[in-house]
């Protein structure tokens, strides 16, 4: 759990730093958002209705016991005492109190509910009947007035807003925790039908992420939203031209370095019937048949890279004793330059097609020989890996290569200036696409005690 919220973590700082956004993420936060604006709006909208009903309510029963105490009160006499009604016992916390005033004529308050002011809520009410918002010892209340007209006695009856607005409260409180359920519902099924109709995207991406130079066919539309078809449709033609490039490229190369081939090994034959004919061949006649063998090399090199041709389909793989395919290599070239060649196989075997691994091998010797130092030293190891992996590694202690030319290494043509040494560029680019074809990961390291270049290759287990 741990491992896969680092990754998320890690995930979110790279997408941060590159802008990138995640289109789930908004559909839900903007259904999310849009959906609890409009549960927000309607909740408003039901309160304010339910305070106006229940308002009206209210005010319906101070109507209503205003008239009952009216009645109650025309057998008051005149010079009757103030009196006040019994308390009443609490009950139910939703029951709203009424409290009422019997008020003479003369403004004295004759008869008051419990805790009811003892000044009247209203004086010089203007008509028989009728109710007012009025401000009594600092608390606002709802009041409703009704006179009778032979006797002049008024009922005055009221209700704290404050506890009206309570009673609301108290009401709002019960329907909170339903409410907060239902959006929290509403945020899983939002996030449920999103995740699902957003399925088609991730499908569509793990099938383009399986593509490679071996596999270009198009990607498949049927059954897909029609919001996706205008993209698909585009990156199949794009895969339908990379998939040209590539067969014109590859026939290209096959078909140049074929052709050059015959021409190249005649040129190489009469330039040695001349050298056999003058007794002290020219310095400009070998020279010439230098630059045929560098020919003759590129055009080998060319050829292999053709038969490397990813779209062939990954080699056969079989277990190859490193011991005895180090011993194989030729040394010669590095004997001639002073160059001690050391190989050490600590790991038995590794599955690889024996041919083309000694292959990639034979040029990172002949590299390691060519430009390093005269008189230094090439080592060769093989390792085991953690997990049954094997790593191969071919290093010298030569002027090695700056960061910036290891960084184009293994790219086609690319040489480093400056080295004095002849070649055609394509030593590393036959040793990546031999390793591309193994699923081996190529790196590009220091070499012996600091110096020189060391070429990793690392095979999977």
């Not at 007035?145 to 019960?174: I, N």
């Not at 890279?305 to 030729?330: H, I, K, M, T, Y």
Request: charged content about 25%; overall charge positive.
């Amino acid at each position: 759990m741990m491992h896969r919220w680092r990754h998320w973590r890690a995930r979110r700082s790279v997408d941060r730093a590159a802008g990138n956004y995640s289109l789930r993420r908004r559909l839900l936060v903007s259904v999310l958002g849009a959906s609890v604006t409009v549960w927000l709006v309607s909740l408003a909208i039901v309160v304010g209705v339910a305070w106006r009903e229940s308002s009206e309510v209210f005010d319906d029963a101070l109507e209503e016991s205003a008239r009952l105490a009216l009645v109650l009160g025309t057998g008051l006499q005149a010079g009757a005492a103030p009196q006040r009604a019994a308390r009443e016992p609490d009950g139910d916390p939703l029951k709203l109190k009424i409290y009422y005033q019997l008020v003479a004529p003369d403004g004295r308050v004759l008869q008051r509910a419990d805790d009811a002011p003892r000044e009247p809520f209203v004086r010089d009410f203007s008509h028989r009947k009728g109710h007012a918002n009025v401000r009594v010892d600092g608390a606002y209340w709802r009041v409703y007035v009704q006179r009778d007209p032979a006797s002049g006695l008024q009922a005055q009856v009221g209700q704290p807003w404050d506890e009206r607005a309570e009673l609301l409260e108290e009401m709002a409180e019960k329907l909170a925790w339903p409410a907060l359920g239902l959006l929290l519902l509403l945020g899983g099924f939002c996030w449920f039908v999103i995740r699902r109709l957003l399925a088609p995207l991730e499908r569509t991406a793990a099938g383009i992420a399986a593509k490679s130079p071996q596999h270009l066919t198009p990607v498949a539309s049927a059954g897909q939203p029609r919001e996706l078809q205008p993209i698909l449709g585009a990156l199949n033609a794009l895969l339908a031209r990379l998939s040209d490039a590539l067969q014109t490229e590859r026939r290209f190369t096959a078909d140049a370095a074929h052709e050059l081939r015959t021409p190249l090994a005649a040129l190489r034959m009469r330039l040695q019937l001349i050298e056999r004919q003058q007794a002290a061949p020219a310095p400009d006649l070998r020279a010439l048949r230098d630059d045929v063998d560098r020919c003759t090399a590129l055009v080998e090199s060319l050829l292999a890279l053709a038969r490397l041709d990813p779209q062939r389909g990954a080699p056969a793989l079989e277990p190859v004793d490193l011991a005895w395919l180090f011993s194989s290599l030729d040394t010669t070239a590095a004997h001639a330059r002073g160059i001690a060649v050391q190989c050490e196989a600590q790991a038995a075997r590794v599955m690889a097609q024996p041919a083309l691994l000694a292959s990639a091998l034979r040029n990172l010797l002949d590299n390691a020989v060519r430009y390093g130092a005269p008189g230094g030293q090439v080592r060769i190891t093989a390792t085991p890996l953690p997990g049954g992996g094997v790593r191969i590694a071919v290093q010298d202690d030569g002027p090695g290569v700056t960061p910036a030319d290891r960084a184009r290494l293994g790219e086609r043509f690319f040489r480093v200036l400056g080295t004095g040494q002849t070649g055609n560029g394509l030593g590393l680019s036959i040793v990546a696409r031999i390793a591309a074809l193994h699923g081996a990961a190529l790196r590009f390291e220091q070499g012996l005690d600091g110096r020189g270049l060391g070429v990793v290759l690392e095979f999977a287990g």
